[in-house]
């Protein structure tokens, strides 16, 4: 996923493209994304696309909170962590491992630079067809 936010490095609007494999090209989000970021995590899990982190350019630390894109609903989904969070952050790493976690490492915030690796598990609720996060 890349998008474009509100920077000053970045054009005023916001447009988020989902890469779509089979056809090889970039597919427009919408309804588009529910505020703007940049130096964000892009996480594919099932049909779920999750956004952890990352800086709205307001605030110093980096974003601690988690958006959700469903791509069968083609809606934004905002997801709460439950739990032990890991501090808010932005320019850090994450990839899905051992098919329901997601795996965060480093970045920066308002504490400085992290050398931390944290686990954020996904649980599907079935019945609702949403997610919980841990």
Known sequence: M???TNHSHFPPQLTAFLAVPKKHSWEKV???LP???YAHTSTLYRHYVIIYGGSRGDEWGGCGDILVYNLKKKRWERIR???DKPAPRRRHSAFLFDS???IV???EGSLGTF???AIITIKEKTRKNSLSLY
């Open 81 to 83: 962590l439950e739990g």
């Open 30 to 32: 919408f309804p588009l």
């Open 105 to 107: 490492f480093g970045g």
């Open 2 to 4: 890349e998008t474009g």
């Open 100 to 102: 329901n976690k997601i």
């Open 115 to 117: 050398n931390e690796v």
């Open 35 to 37: 505020q703007n970021r």
